[in-house]
């Protein structure tokens, strides 16, 4: 087999979930976008966004797929991969990928996603095209000032260039890792610009995934577990609760009909009408979703739906446990913070690691156990988006709500999944990190006059294993910036914390209403009719 052909088997697979990437992501802009609001402009933008979003997730899978594909199952290289000019130029592709869906985010977050937001916040009536984009243009120029000082700063602040521990049993680990590392740890000024931007990303990521997917790792089982309310009884509720309101309007009214209601009496009937209308709209949603026959058809898909809830609780659990058990072994058997907690040996045990790795015995199921794995934690994240919503500190901006989702706050969620993409791949690599750094490498050892296949870790020379690249550059950056090792360190603490704060706030709330997102107070009723026949 050529270069060629191993590159086909990695990357034709990569461009069908391009396409497929692209199809879910007109998909999943369309449905939540507001089709009053909505703009082809904010609509395109949104999804460009979120598919560099997906499609870097995507590359991962990929990367391991590609490193795994130069052994054979003896341990051995295959013909095509023996010279190390092969693999040297199979890897810089994939680091170009990277560095280009890298590139594209930074491009997207600090220039097209705020240059979109502000040029519809300047819709109105009177204003022009060219008037909205110079207004737009100048937040524009803020957001490009900032990524300016951030690769100023990433230039010219003192980075760590893989100094040893002094003395110890881990210096000769220490000294393997510098190994891999060798080519980052003489880095040009740009380079080092380059990887502090994309450590500072990163680290405001990891507050997002804290806030968002923690709690969407709870929250998606056990919603699926719980279910949905009957449309049925619900709206029978309802329609109790509004004969209850119009009762006491009623009441009120008769009882001042014939002397003047005080201002007390009339705000009083307001609010009593505000909320009649609100639960007569409820009522409406309620009645169409009861005939609904896809809402037939999901009650038949019940016990599937639970049994997907459980299995969904499983992974959470799994993914918990594995995060646990390395956080663990970093602070008995790590570096310390001057290093970034780096670990150069594994002591604890690590399931998901252990999964992956069994799966091996069958091709390929440990590929798509480790695609599922990233394609859980993306969904995850983007079902934490849309429980909590957008909030600046204790403000809630945007509501992420199907066919209700004003445009701005689709851009707000496209930015806020960029952030979590590259916390996530943090976390990929914290959740597997034999798996996702060698993929099913194995090598053979030699151990006196007897030979014996290993998996490859970080012991291995670099002419035995060949190093993902997502795993070198993200080690790269722990390895030459201490800080944002440690940072991430801690944040992964405080992200299993929430994982459980978020799973007691999911048993304790009361199942969804069936019609969840779909009225709001601050809707209008034409929106209503838009939704109900749209």
Request: proline residues 3%; contains cysteine; aromatic residues 12%.
């Amino acid at each position: 087999m050529t270069t060629s052909a191993a590159l086909a088997a990695g990357w034709i697979p990569f461009v069908v979930t391009l396409v497929l990437i692209l199809l879910f992501s007109v998909a999943y802009v369309k449905y939540f976008i507001s089709k009053r609001d909505g703009t082809i402009s904010t609509t395109v933008s949104s999804v460009v966004a979120l598919s560099v979003t997906l499609l870097t997730t995507a590359l991962i899978p990929v990367d391991v797929f590609l490193v795994s594909f130069m052994k054979n199952t003896d341990g051995t290289f295959k013909d095509w991969a023996l010279s190390n000019t092969t693999r040297q130029s199979l890897e810089n592709s994939v680091s170009d990928a990277y560095y280009s869906l890298y590139g594209l985010i930074v491009f997207c977050l600090f220039l097209l996603l705020p240059f979109m937001y502000f040029f519809y916040e300047e819709r109105d009536e009177e204003s022009t095209v060219k008037s909205r984009m110079c207004s737009a243009l100048k937040f524009t120029i803020v957001s490009f000032f900032i990524i300016l000082t951030l690769l100023l700063v990433g230039a010219f602040v003192g980075v760590n260039h893989g100094a040893p521990p002094a003395s110890g049993n881990s210096t000769d680990q220490w000294k393997r890792i510098a190994d891999i590392f060798k080519d980052f740890t003489n880095t040009s000024k740009l380079e080092d610009a380059l990887s502090f931007v994309v450590s500072v990303l990163s680290l405001l990521g990891m507050i997002a995934l804290i806030m968002y997917s923690a709690y969407g790792m709870s929250a998606l089982p056990m919603s699926l577990i719980k279910g949905t309310k009957s449309a049925k009884t619900e709206r029978q509720a309802v329609q109790g609760r509004r004969s209850r309101i119009s009762e006491r309007s009623r009441a009120i009214r008769d009882k001042y009909s014939t002397r003047g209601s005080s201002t007390r009496n009339r705000d009083r009937v307001e609010v009593l009408d505000e909320e009649e209308r609100l639960l007569q709209r409820e009522e409406k949603h309620l009645e169409a979703k009861e005939r609904s026959i896809l809402q037939k058809c999901l009650l038949v898909l019940r016990p599937f739906e639970v049994v997907f809830g459980a299995a969904f609780f499983l992974v959470t659990l799994l993914i918990f446990v594995s995060l646990l058990l390395t956080n663990i072994d970093k602070a008995i058997h790590g570096q310390g913070y001057k290093s970034g907690y780096a670990l150069p040996k594994r002591f604890l045990p690590n399931p998901v690691d252990i999964v992956l790795v069994f799966c091996q015995k069958v091709f390929p199921l440990d590929y798509i156990m480790f695609a599922a794995l990233v394609l859980y934690l993306v969904f995850c994240s983007m079902s934490g988006v849309r429980n909590i919503g957008i909030w600046f500190l204790w403000l809630r901006m945007y509501k992420i709500r199907p066919r209700r989702t004003r445009p701005q706050g689709i851009l707000m969620l496209c930015m806020i999944m960029m952030f979590l993409t590259l916390a996530i791949n943090i976390i990929i690599y914290e959740l597997t990190p034999q798996y996702s750094s060698f993929g099913s490498q194995r090598y053979v050892t030699t151990s006196g006059n007897s030979t014996k296949l290993a998996s490859c870790t970080t012991e291995a020379t670099a002419n035995d294993c060949t190093i993902t690249r997502m795993t070198l550059l993200l080690t790269s950056f722990f390895y030459r910036m201490w800080f944002f090792g440690a940072a991430y360190y801690w944040g992964t603490w405080v992200f299993l914390g929430f994982i459980l704060i978020g799973f007691v706030i999911s048993v304790i709330k009361k199942r969804k209403s069936s019609i969840d997102g779909e009225v709001d107070r601050d809707d209008f009723d034409e929106s209503d009719e838009e939704l109900l026949t749209g």
